[in-house]
C-alpha cells in the first residue's frame, strides 16, 4: 500500500510539474500573480516528489523486498548506510536520485531568487519540463516503485561489492548534483531566448549557480577518480573509460562556460558563447546519461541495457536539444554584439580558450563515438585508448595554458600593450627555465612532454604566486579564488606530468616469509590470515616494507569473497607519503605456494587529489563571494 | 555568416542525433551478447538430484544451457519464459551455479522445471570455464561449440531477436 502511496505521489508530481510548464508558456510572465501561482505549483511538486523519495528511502532501510528493486540490490546484512545507497547503485534507483536533485536545484533556485527576476518564470518551466521528461521516463521505462508480489523474497541480492565503499556511495550523488546543476544554467539560457530582450543580463544571475555546479561536477569526478584508485586496484586513476569521458565533456563545456560568463557578465560581448555553452554542458550532462543508461557502451559503469529506454532518452533529449538550438539559431540577431572583440584583449584570450575547449570535447566526443560509428558500418568491435586522447590533449592543454598566461596580463576591452614583456613574467619564465632544467639535471626527467608539463605548470605557478604578492603588498585587485583555482590547474598538469614520469610497477612472486627487493625497497611477506567479515571472508595478507633508511612499515592487502553475490575483490594496501604511495595488490596463489604481489610505487597522486581539492574549494568560495555582491 | 552558423549548428545535431538512432534501432545492438564460437569446455559434475554424473557425452546435438542459481532474483523472472521454451520442445540444460542443493531443489519444486537435467556446479568451475560472470546467463551449443552466449535475462525479445536469427540460420531444434 505504502509502494503505491510512493508512486502516487511521484505520478502527482509529474502532472504539477507539467502544469508548472504550460502556465510559463501560455501565460503572461510578466504578471506578478501569475509568477507567484508557478513558483508555489513548482514548490509543491518538488514536496511531493521529496516525500515519495523519502519514503523509498525509508522502505530500503527496513527490507522491504516487495520492491523489486530493493530485493534485488539490498540486503538485510547491509549497513544502514550501504542500504540506503543501494537506492543508487543501479539503474532505477540512480535514476530517481538524479531526478530528485534536478528538481532540487530548481527548487533552490524557485526558492531563492526573487519573484521579480524577469526570467525566474520561464526558467522555472523550462526546470519543470525536463524534470517531466526525465519522471516520464522514470515511471514508463525503469520503473523503481515495481513489486513482487504476493511472495516477496526473504533476503535480497546484495548491493555489488565494489560498490560497498563509503567513497563509491557519495560519489554518484555529487556527480549528480553536478551534472543536473547545469539546468539552471540552461533553463536561463533558454528563458533568455524565449524573452528575447537583449537587455537582460542574464549572465549575472546565472554565474552564482554554474560556478555551485562546476564545483560539484569537479568533487564528482574527483570522487570517482579516487575510488577507482584504491579499489580497482589497477592503480591508475584516469582510464578514459567510455564513461568517464561522458563526464569529462560536460566538465570541460562547464569550464568554458564559467570563463565565458566572467567575460559576458562584464558587458554583453561572448554572448553567442555563453548561450551555446550553457545549452551545450546540459546536452552533454543529458547525453551522458543517454550514454551510460542505453547501454550502448561495455564500462565499468554500465547499467542494465534494454532499447526502450534508449530509444527514449534519446528521443526526449533529441527533442529537449533540438528545440534549443532551434530556438538559438532564431534569435542568433539579438544576440550578436555591436562591440566588437578588441584583439588581445582578456575576452579575446577567453574566446581562443574556448575554442581550445571545443576541440577537446570534440576530441573527446570522436574517442566515444568512433567505435560505434565503426562497429555500425563494418560490425567489428574497437576500442580507443588512451594513446589517442593522450596525444590531443596534452598538446592542446599545455598551449592553452600559454594563452591563460597571456591572458593574466591581458585587460578586459583593451589591447595587450607589449608592455606585458616585464618583470613579472620574465622572472617566472627564468623561474621555470631553471625549475625544468633542474629536474632535468638532477632528477633524470627526460621525457619530452613531462618537461613541457613542468615548464608550463611552473609558469602558471610562478606568475599566480607573483599576483597574489602584488594582491597582498600592492593591494592590487584580483579575484583570488579564481587566482587559487589556477593554482590549482598548474600543480595537477605538474603531478599528472610527474605521476607518469615516475610511476612505477612490478609483480613479484613470492612466498610468505620470503623478502624481495624492489627499487631500494625490501619487501618481506610476513603471514598470511583468513579471517570473516560482516558479509564477506577474506585473505589478508601481511606485508612488512623496509626502505633504505631503515623505516618499516606493514601493508596488508586483502582479497574478500562476497557471500550472496560470490564475488572476488581486491582491497589494496597504500603506504601515502608526500611523494608517493607504496601500493600493494595480492594476486592469486600458484601451485608451487607463492602468491602474485603487485607492487607499484606511484608518484604524486596526493598532489594530484591536492589540486583537484583546491580548484573544488576555490569554486565553492568564488561562488560565496559572487552571492554576497549579488544580494 | 549568421546563415551559416544556423545551418551548421542545426545540421550537426540532427545528423549526432540521427546516428544514435540508427545505431539503437539497429539489430545489433545487443551488449549482453556475443556469438562467438568456441569449444564446449570437458566437464564432469555432479546431477542436481542424484549421486550421477553428467557429462559432455549428455549434451550431444542442439541445446540450451541455462545458468541459475536460487539467489537470483533475475533467473526467477526468467523462469516463466524458460517454462514456455521448454514446453515448446526446446531441450535445455540446466547449470545450478554457486547454489546450496537444498535451495535449488526446492526452488524448482516450487517454480517449475523447465530443465532436461541440472548440473549442480556449486564451485563454478563449469561455469568458470564458460566464461560465466553471473546469473542468469544462456548459451547455445551445438555439436559441442558454443554458438551464442547471451548474459541477462532471456525473454520473448530476446528470443526473437538474438536466438531466433542463429536458430534459423544453423537450422536446429527441428526435429520437434
Known sequence: MIIEAAQFLTILATGLFFLCFIFSIFFNVNDVNIIKLISRIYSHSFFLFLSSFLIYVWLAINDNFSVLYIAQHSNTNLPV?????????AHEGSMFLW???LSLWGAIYNFSVHNNEPLKARTVGVISITTVGFLLFLLLTSNPFETILPLPPENGADINPVLQDPLLAIHPPTLYLGYVGFVIAFGQAIAFL???NSSINWEKQVRFWSIIAWSFLTLGITLGSWWAYYELGWGGYWFWDPVENV????????????????????????????????????????????????????????????????????????????????????RLTILISNKRIVSLSKESFISINNIFFGTLIFSTMLGVMYPLIYEFIYDQKISVGAPFYNAIFVPITLLACLFLLFSIESKWQSKLKFAFLSNPLIISFVFSLFITFLSFKFYSVSRAWTLASLFIGSLIISRYIMVIYAYIFHRKFVNIYSVLAHLGLGLLIISIALNNDFSSERALNIKINETETYKNHEITFNNLQLSEGPNYESVKADFIIENKNGNKFSLNPEKRKYFVRGQITTETAIHASLLKDIYLTIGDQLDDGSWIVNVQFNYFIRWIWFSATLMIISGLFLARSLNRVHS | ??????????????????FFYLYIEDDKYYPGASFQTSNMPLFELEDLYSDGVITNSDIEGAHLINVWAS???????????????????IPIMGLNYKDERIDAINWITKF???????????????????????????????????????????????????????IKKENLFNDN
Open chain 1, 194 to 196: 524565449i524573452e528575447g
Open chain 1, 247 to 330: 563526464a569529462l565533456m560536460p566538465w570541460l563545456a562547464a569550464t568554458a562556460f564559467i570563463h565565458s560568463l566572467s567575460a559576458s557578465s562584464k558587458s554583453s560581448i561572448l554572448r553567442i558563447w555563453t548561450i551555446l555553452l550553457s545549452i551545450l554542458v546540459f546536452s552533454l550532462s543529458l547525453f551522458g546519461a543517454f550514454i551510460v543508461r542505453s547501454g550502448i557502451i561495455d564500462s565499468v559503469h554500465s547499467f542494465a541495457n534494454d532499447p526502450e529506454r534508449g530509444l527514449y532518452l534519446l528521443a526526449f533529449i533529441g527533442i529537449l536539444v533540438m528545440t534549443s538550438l532551434i530556438l538559438f539559431s532564431y
Open chain 2, 71 to 89: 539467489w537470483c532474483i533475475t533467473c526467477r523472472i526468467e523462469h516463466g519464459f524458460l517454462v514456455k521454451l521448454s514446453s515448446q520442445g
Open chain 2, 1 to 18: 555568416m549568421t546563415v551559416f552558423l544556423r545551418v551548421f549548428i542545426l545540421s550537426v545535431s540532427l545528423m549526432f542525433f540521427y
Open chain 1, 81 to 89: 548506510f550501504y542500504k540506503i545507497s543501494s537506492i543508487w547503485s
Open chain 1, 99 to 101: 531526478i530528485i536533485f
Open chain 2, 112 to 166: 517449475g522445471d523447465p530443465y532436461k537435467f541440472i548440473i549442480h556446479d556449486l564451485k563454478g568451475e563449469l561455469a568458470l570455464d564458460m566464461g560465466v560472470t553471473g546469473a542468469p546467463e544462456t548459451f547455445l551449443i551445438n555439436n559441442g561449440k558454443i554458438i551464442a552466449h547471451y548474459r541477462g535475462e532471456v525473454n520473448e525479445m530476446i528470443w526473437s531477436d538474438v536466438f531466433s536469427p542463429i
